[in-house]
């Protein structure tokens, strides 16, 4: 069992940064791919970001690639979301998802666990 924990969202201006945080329970996460997923009011959750479980390979959406970094630390039992330049697009609620699969898809479901999720609001 893996409990996920979000934080770090916020209202910030276009072109500012927010780094999300999930914070992960449970003595699998060092054994969970991880990703981030988004949803904006009236959307479909949209993948955004994973990385494997050692945080070797990492995944971005072609619309967040160059100013979205996704990161991991095994030993706080946390994946990151650093995001910079951010855009009005971008506003949405963000989730982390944890899954354990041999081959890491980070784009497919499902996932096993997610968190509660984070709103991000960027303004123009």
């Known amino acids: 069992q893996v409990q996920l924990v979000e934080s770090g969202g916020g209202l910030v201006q276009a072109g500012g940064s927010l780094r999300l945080s999930c914070s992960a329970s449970g003595r699998t996460f060092s054994t969970s791919n991880m990703g981030w997923f988004r949803q904006a009011p009236g959307k479909e959750r949209e993948f955004v970001s994973g990385?494997?479980?050692?945080?070797?390979?990492?995944y971005y959406d072609e619309s967040v690639k160059g100013r979205f970094t996704i990161s991991r630390d095994n030993a706080k039992n946390t994946v990151y979301l650093q995001m910079n330049n951010l855009k009005p697009e971008d506003t949405a609620v963000y989730y982390c998802?944890?899954?354990?699969?041999?081959?890491?898809?980070?784009?497919?479901?499902?996932?096993?666990?997610w968190g509660q999720g984070t709103q991000v609001t960027v303004s123009s």
């Open positions: 998802a944890a899954k354990s699969e041999l081959l890491y898809r980070p784009r497919s479901f499902p996932y096993d666990y």
């Open positions: 990385i494997d479980l050692s945080g070797s390979s990492t």
